[in-house]
């Protein structure tokens, strides 16, 4: 298997830390695509990989390329017939993509807007629009996020329930491009704050290499 992958970005990291928590990373090949050069938006890789644009892909032995981080995931954690990451039972399976979307929408992709249009993102050459009264209002967005995940982790201690899973993993991506894009947690969300020092000693994330310089969770 081929990863596309760029292994400081948010997005390439969730499907890093699914690798190690699967015990994969041995059996992928690393392809470096410098988003800063804006590769992932040539139309090559777009008509060959990734129709998106986006980062990462998977490329299976045959041809055939998966983006999208959950979509990676599922197919990850099938490999094995062991999932752990996407849930067993229905109800499992159900929760635990009921939150790593809400984890999507209300925090990491709201984040990723607020980048790359309330912030010089990736630059001129890349960021050919940007529109930063959206970009602001994003950025508010992850913030509310923040505090709803704080408020899911005052009742238990995974995002989805008892057990670590993909969703955890999309928090975790979106609390990264906050810190990279300097949009603290606030300080009241203790519970989200606690709980993502956790996560960041966990093996998985802690050797990934988004993780190499000091993040933290802001004050």
């Known amino acids: 298997m081929k990863i596309y992958d760029f292994p400081k970005g948010p997005y390439p990291t969730r499907v890093r830390?699914?690798?190690?928590?699967?015990?994969?990373?041995?059996?992928v090949e690393f392809v470096m695509?410098?988003?800063?050069?804006?590769?992932h938006?040539?139309?090559?890789?777009?008509?060959?990989?990734n129709y998106s644009g986006t980062l990462p892909?998977?490329?299976l032995d045959d041809g055939t390329c998966i983006g999208e981080c959950t979509a990676i995931t599922e197919y990850l954690d099938a490999l094995d017939g062991a999932p752990k990451l996407t849930g067993t039972t229905p109800?499992?399976?159900?929760?635990?993509?009921?939150?790593?979307?809400?984890?999507?929408?209300?925090l990491l992709d709201a984040v990723s807007v607020y980048f790359h249009h309330g912030t010089p993102?990736?630059?001129?050459?890349?960021?050919?629009y940007q529109n930063p009264e959206w970009g602001?209002?994003?950025?508010?967005?992850?913030?509310?996020?923040?505090h709803y995940f704080d408020s899911v982790l005052r009742r238990q201690p995974y995002v989805a329930g008892e057990s670590f899973s993909m969703a955890d993993i999309a928090v975790i991506g979106g609390l990264l491009f906050a810190s990279l894009v300097e949009l603290p947690v606030p300080?009241?969300?203790?519970?989200?704050?606690?709980w993502y020092a956790e996560m960041l000693q966990r093996e998985s994330v802690r050797d990934q290499p988004a993780f190499s310089r000091s993040v933290h969770v802001q004050h």
């Open 187 to 194: 300080r009241e969300c203790e519970a989200l704050r606690g």
């Open 121 to 128: 993102g990736l630059g001129p050459d890349v960021e050919v």
């Open 33 to 39: 695509v410098d988003l800063y050069k804006g590769e």
């Open 57 to 59: 892909v998977l490329e």
């Open 136 to 146: 602001f209002r994003q950025r508010d967005k992850a913030v509310r996020g923040m």
């Open 17 to 27: 830390i699914a690798l190690a928590e699967k015990n994969l990373l041995s059996h």
């Open 91 to 106: 109800r499992e399976k159900g929760v635990i993509h009921m939150m790593n979307k809400r984890a999507e929408i209300e």
């Open 41 to 49: 938006k040539r139309p090559e890789f777009i008509a060959a990989k």
